[in-house]
Structures are given as structure tokens and as C-alpha cells.
């Protein structure tokens, strides 16, 4: 969605750009970091796991479509834009009463259920993969691929600037280690198991363990040996010199992951979380590997 706000930025400079998210979601940080005003709504998804708190969530629904249409009504955009978050479906309905133009950006191989929502009514379907008619419109559908922030594209060539933008050693390969934001348990315990092996390489790390492990690890590998360096944080705030940085990528499925991994060229071993929708973080990945552009590994694997 960042992307998507600097591109139409750059086109249109006096624009402006209003972003609506899921409050506790890590939008409400990430948008305003960007220079982003935005607006949290109460909505969450839905507990596929415990449906009986889903009436909590029907309610907070409600709240949101109400507080979406008072955003429409005071913002008055001209084109509103959903990219399958929780927001988008009350965002995307509001506008869409005010007769405001959407469009829907689907960033996965298979459709989330908000965006499947949202279709029928969307004038244009922007979408990253090709076959998804089965899921949309045909003819409102228009294969763009995913946005990609453009600070990423260039700062590839800057590989001994961002090694020492992480404190690392431009004559050691460098392995990138990403599980999101909140971070993923079973790359991480992958990743302490592997690091005595890492170190009989020679090979340094960036590891994004998430807010939830980080704690946890860094007091476990604070009295490891300092060489190789390593550079453990619970989130990477410069993800374009983390990829110039890296020869190898450990990654989750995402889409935005994948996308700026097959921008950037980077070898990468993805490890699909099993905790999404409809599993589709397994489907982003298969479509990569099975194409040579990465390869699989799943979660229930990682660890061996």
C-alpha cells in the first residue's frame, strides 16, 4: 500500500493520500513512518479456530463500517484503493455507497475472502498472478504484478554501504533471515539450532526475529562468539539495505516478500507460515519454485 501511495505521489504531488487500517495491525506504525497520515478502525478477522468469539468480531464490524463512512464522508476521496487488509472491506463498502470509484490489488495467488467480497462492485482488479479469473471478474481484471517500493530497486548496488549500516564484514557471505513482523517460532528456532553451523562457514546474519521472540533470543545468543557478526533486532526499519546486504534470504510467503525477492533477484529458501487464509502463503510459494525462482520448504520442515 506504501508503494502504491509513493507511485500515485510522485504522479500527482499535490495529492492527497489518506490510509485506513486495523488498529493494534502493523500499519499503524509502518504508514506514518512513510510520512502517511492514518486512521485506525476496530475491525479484525474472523477465529476460524475458537467461533465463538467471531461475535465480537461481527460487532467491531459494525463499528467500523460506521466509522468508515464518516471517513468517506469528511475525506471526500476521489478513488479509493483495497489491498485485502481488514480495513479495506468496511473502507471499500463505505466508499462505495458514496459513489466513490474502488479498485482492489490482490497481492496473492489465491484470493482473500474480503477481496472476494469486494469484487463484484470494484471497477478494476489489480493482480499479481496470472489464472485469477477463478476467483474474479475476467474483464475487470488487470495483471500488474505487485508494487514494489522503489527505495528497494535502488539500493541494491549499495552492498558494502548497508554491511556497514548492520556492523558486518564485507568478506563474509551474509544470510537474511526474515519472519515478519511479529516473527515466526519455527524459523527462528531453526535458525539457533543452525547457528554453530553457520559459524563453522563463516557466515553472518541480519535476523529479524520479530517483537514476540526477540527478548528471548538475543539473551540466549548474547554470549555466543563475536565472530561472525551477526545483527539480531526485532525489526529491520532499512528492508533495502537488508536485501543489498544479503547473498541469502530465509523468508516467510508473503506477497510483498516474494514480489521484492523476484525484483531483486535474491536466492531464497521460503518457508510458508501455515497460519494464514486459505493457506495461500503455501500457494505464493509453490508458484515461485515451481518456476526455479526459489525454493520451498515447509513449516513443519524448517527445523530439520
Request: with cysteine; proline share 6%.
Amino acid at each position: 500500500a506504501i508503494a502504491i501511495a509513493n507511485a500515485f505521489r510522485r504522479r500527482y504531488p499535490d495529492a492527497e493520500v489518506l490510509f485506513v487500517g486495523a488498529e493494534g495491525r502493523m500499519e499503524m506504525e509502518r504508514v506514518p513512518a512513510a510520512g502517511y497520515r492514518i486512521i485506525g478502525l476496530p475491525v479484525s478477522g474472523l477465529d476460524r479456530r475458537r467461533p465463538w468469539r467471531n461475535i465480537g468480531v461481527m460487532r467491531r464490524l459494525w463499528v467500523s463500517l460506521r466509522r468508515a463512512r464518516t471517513i468517506v464522508s469528511d475525506f471526500q476521496p476521489d478513488v479509493a484503493v483495497g489491498v485485502g487488509g481488514y480495513a479495506s472491506g468496511p473502507l471499500l463498502r463505505a466508499a462505495e455507497a458514496a459513489g466513490v470509484p474502488t479498485l482492489i490489488q490482490e497481492q496473492n495467488s489465491y484470493a482473500g475472502i474480503t477481496n472476494k467480497w469486494l469484487a463484484k462492485r470494484a471497477a478494476r482488479i489489480c493482480v499479481a498472478y496470472p489464472g485469477m479469473e477463478r476467483f474474479f471478474p475476467a474483464e475487470k481484471i488487470v495483471l500488474t504484478g505487485n508494487p514494489v517500493r522503489k527505495d528497494l530497486e535502488e539500493a541494491i548496488n549499495c552492498h558494502d554501504e548497508a554491511l556497514k549500516h548492520f556492523g558486518l564484514d564485507p568478506a563474509c557471505k551474509t544470510l537474511l533471515v526474515l519472519g515478519g513482523s511479529l516473527g515466526a517460532r519455527t524459523i527462528n528456532e531453526a535458525v539457533e539450532v543452525a547457528l554453530p553451523t553457520l559459524a563453522d562457514l563463516g557466515v553472518q546474519l541480519i535476523w529479524q526475529t520479530g517483537r514476540s521472540y526477540y527478548d528471548a533470543i538475543r539473551s540466549r545468543v548474547a554470549d555466543l562468539e563475536p565472530e561472525p557478526k551477526r545483527w539480531v533486532g526485532p525489526f529491520i526499519t532499512r528492508m533495502d539495505y537488508a536485501y543489498a546486504a544479503a547473498d541469502l534470504v530465509v523468508s516467510r510467503a508473503g506477497a510483498s516478500s516474494i514480489s521484492e525477492l523476484c525484483l531483486l533477484g535474491k536466492p531464497a529458501i521460503l518457508v510458508p507460515s501455515p497460519n494464514v487464509a486459505e493457506d495461500h502463503q503455501t500457494k505464493n510459494a509453490r508458484s515461485v519454485a515451481d518456476r526455479g525462482g526459489a525454493v520451498m520448504i515447509a513449516d513443519g520442515e524448517v527445523r530439520k
